[in-house]
C-alpha cells in the first residue's frame, strides 16, 4: 500500500478557501478527513464511502466543506470554504480498513502526516 500523503494547506484570511488533497491508496476504502487544534482532541471532519454514495460531515463544517475522492487517481480531497479562525489546525486523512464507514476513530487504521491549514482575521 501507498502511504497516504497531505497536501493543499496554508495560511487564509478569514473567508477564503483551500483545497486539500490526499494521495495514496484509497481504493475500496471508507476515507476521512480529521484535524487537531493545539489542545484540543483530534475530530473528524467529514468521511465518504468507497463509491462516493455517502458522505458525513461535522455540524460545524456542513455547508462550508465539501469531501470527495477519485479512486482512479488514487486521491482524495477536501474543498473547505468560507473558512473560519476556528478551522485552524492540522489536517490529516485517514483510511479506514474497508469500503463502509463506521462511526468509531478507531476505524480508520492508516493516517498521513498532516498538512497544517491557519486562518487568520
Known amino acids: 500500500q501507498v502511504p497516504l500523503v497531505e497536501s493543499g494547506g496554508g495560511s487564509v484570511q478569514v473567508g477564503g478557501s483551500l483545497r486539500l488533497s490526499c494521495a495514496g491508496t484509497i481504493s475500496g476504502r471508507c476515507m476521512g478527513w480529521f484535524r487537531q487544534a493545539p489542545g484540543k482532541e483530534r475530530e473528524r471532519v467529514a468521511s465518504?464511502?468507497?463509491?462516493?454514495?455517502?458522505?458525513s460531515y461535522a455540524d460545524s463544517v456542513k455547508g462550508r466543506f465539501t469531501i470527495s475522492r477519485d479512486n482512479a487517481k488514487n486521491t482524495l480531497y477536501l474543498q473547505m470554504n468560507n473558512l473560519k479562525p476556528e478551522d485552524t489546525a492540522m489536517y490529516y486523512c485517514?483510511?479506514?480498513?474497508?469500503?463502509?464507514?463506521?462511526?468509531?476513530?478507531?476505524?480508520?487504521?492508516?493516517w498521513g502526516q498532516g498538512t497544517q491549514v491557519t486562518v487568520s482575521s
Open positions: 465518504i464511502n468507497t463509491g462516493s454514495t455517502w458522505t
Open positions: 485517514a483510511a479506514g480498513a474497508s469500503w463502509s464507514c463506521q462511526s468509531s476513530q478507531k476505524s480508520f487504521v492508516d
